[in-house]
C-alpha cells in the first residue's frame, strides 16, 4: 500500500476488539515512538492493556468500547504543531500494522490515564489504539477549493498535497486549515477558530508532506 493509500484507508474507530496488540506490533511502534521523540523533544509513550482511561471493562463509555490501548501524546508546553505532527506520524505507522486508532482531546477518562510526565511536560491528549469492530467510514469533507488557492494547471504534487490534508483527522472535522503556493512554498495556516487549531495544523501537514512527496523545506 502506498502512502496515499494508507491515508485513504484510515478512519477514525471508537469500538474495538478484546484482541491485545501483537508482540511484533508493540515494538515496531515503540521503535517508532523513539525515533519520534529523538527527532522532536517530545515525550510520546504507548500503553497496552490499561482498561481504565476508556473504561473498557464497562458496558459503554462515551462512544468508545473496549479500548485498551493508546498513545499518550505528552512534551514540553506549547509544541501543539509538533504533537499534531509527530501524532500523525505515529497514527498512520499504527494503519499500516493493521492497528486502527482515534485521537481524543475530550471524550476519555484524563485522570486515569497511564502517563509518565518529565519536568516541564505536560499531557495533550491520547490516541485510542487497537484492532476495530470495523475500519471505520468516510466522513463528509471539504473541497480542494474551500482549504487552498489551487487551480487547474497547477502542479500535481500540490494537488496531491491538498488531496492528502483533506484526508487527515482534524477536531470534530473542522478541517480549519488553508494553503496558499507561492512557486515551490507553501505557507499553510489555521483558518478561523476552533478548538485544537495548531494540533490539526501540525496533522494536515504531516498528510500534505506525504502526498506531495516533500519534506519540511516546502513550508514558507
Ligand atoms: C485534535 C483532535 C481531537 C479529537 N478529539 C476527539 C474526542 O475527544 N472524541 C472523539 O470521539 N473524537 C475525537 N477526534 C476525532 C475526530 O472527530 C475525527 O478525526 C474527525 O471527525 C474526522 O474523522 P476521521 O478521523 O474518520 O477522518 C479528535 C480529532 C482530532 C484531530
Redesign the pocket.
Known amino acids: 500500500m502506498n502512502n496515499m493509500e494508507l491515508m485513504r484507508s484510515?478512519?477514525?474507530v471508537?469500538r474495538f476488539k478484546d484482541t491485545p496488540l501483537a508482540a511484533q506490533t508493540v515494538e515496531a511502534l515503540n521503535a517508532e515512538l523513539a525515533a519520534i521523540n529523538a527527532e522532536s523533544g517530545l515525550h510520546l509513550q504507548l500503553v497496552t492493556d490499561e482498561p481504565e482511561a476508556f473504561q473498557a471493562n464497562k458496558p459503554e463509555y462515551?462512544?468508545f468500547s473496549g479500548c485498551k490501548n493508546y498513545f499518550v501524546l505528552a512534551g514540553p508546553k506549547g509544541k501543539d504543531e509538533a504533537i499534531?505532527y509527530c501524532g500523525e506520524r505515529a497514527v498512520l505507522k499504527a494503519q499500516a500494522l493493521g492497528v486502527n486508532s482515534?485521537?481524543?482531546?475530550?471524550?476519555y477518562k484524563k485522570g486515569k490515564a497511564a502517563v509518565e510526565l518529565n519536568r516541564g511536560e505536560k499531557l495533550y491528549?491520547v490516541i485510542a489504539l487497537g484492532y476495530g469492530e470495523t475500519q471505520?467510514r468516510e466522513?463528509k469533507s471539504k473541497t480542494p477549493a474551500d482549504v487552498s488557492d489551487y487551480k487547474e494547471g497547477d502542479p500535481d504534487w500540490y494537488k496531491n498535497g491538498i488531496e492528502a490534508a483533506l484526508?487527515a483527522?482534524?477536531?470534530?472535522?473542522q478541517q480549519k486549515f488553508r494553503f496558499e503556493r507561492s512557486g515551490d512554498k507553501v505557507t499553510a495556516k489555521t483558518a478561523g477558530l476552533g478548538f485544537?487549531t495548531k494540533?490539526?495544523l501540525g496533522?494536515v501537514k504531516y498528510h500534505f508532506e506525504l502526498g506531495a512527496e516533500k519534506g519540511k523545506e516546502i513550508w514558507i
Request: a positive charge; glycine letters at 12%.
Open positions: 484510515r478512519h477514525s471508537r462515551g462512544s499534531g482515534c485521537w481524543v482531546a475530550l471524550t491528549m471505520g466522513r484526508l483527522p482534524t477536531a470534530v472535522n485544537y494540533v490539526d496533522i
